[in-house]
Nanobody, 123 residues
């Protein structure tokens, strides 16, 4: 499985971005997916996760009500809609895939990782 994240960029506080994660391979529709982020000098942290069918999602507390994770299995693509962005959301955002169909908030349970896309939110 190869993952390609895109959609990052520079946005002002209060703005919005939509990240995409395109996956190769026929297993995408059976795999749970997640978004993580890493700010400079900080550890990678969980942002959101979605199960194989897209009907179960979990979010980190700091993004609840602002970010929405979704997926389109027909297009082998996962999304992260980010609204009301804050300067503290600045980070490199990574998409990841599990072998399992069920979501997890732990980075160690994800086997496949994309290269990351940088999000910068200016104040």
């Amino acid at each position: 499985v190869q993952l390609q994240a895109s959609g990052g960029g520079l946005v002002q506080a209060g703005g919005a971005l939509r990240l995409s994660c395109a996956a190769s391979g026929r297993a995408f529709g059976t795999q749970a997916m997640g978004w993580f982020r890493q700010a400079p000098g900080k550890e990678r942290e969980f942002v959101a996760t979605i199960n194989w069918s897209g009907d179960i999602t979990y979010y980190a507390d700091f993004v609840k009500g602002r970010f929405t994770i979704s997926r389109d299995n027909a297009k082998n693509t996962m999304y992260l809609q980010m609204n009301s962005l804050k300067p503290e959301d600045t980070a490199v955002y990574y998409c990841a895939a599990r072998r399992s169909s069920y979501s997890s908030t732990s980075p160690s349970e994800y086997k496949y990782w994309g290269q990351g896309t940088k999000v910068t939110v200016s104040s």
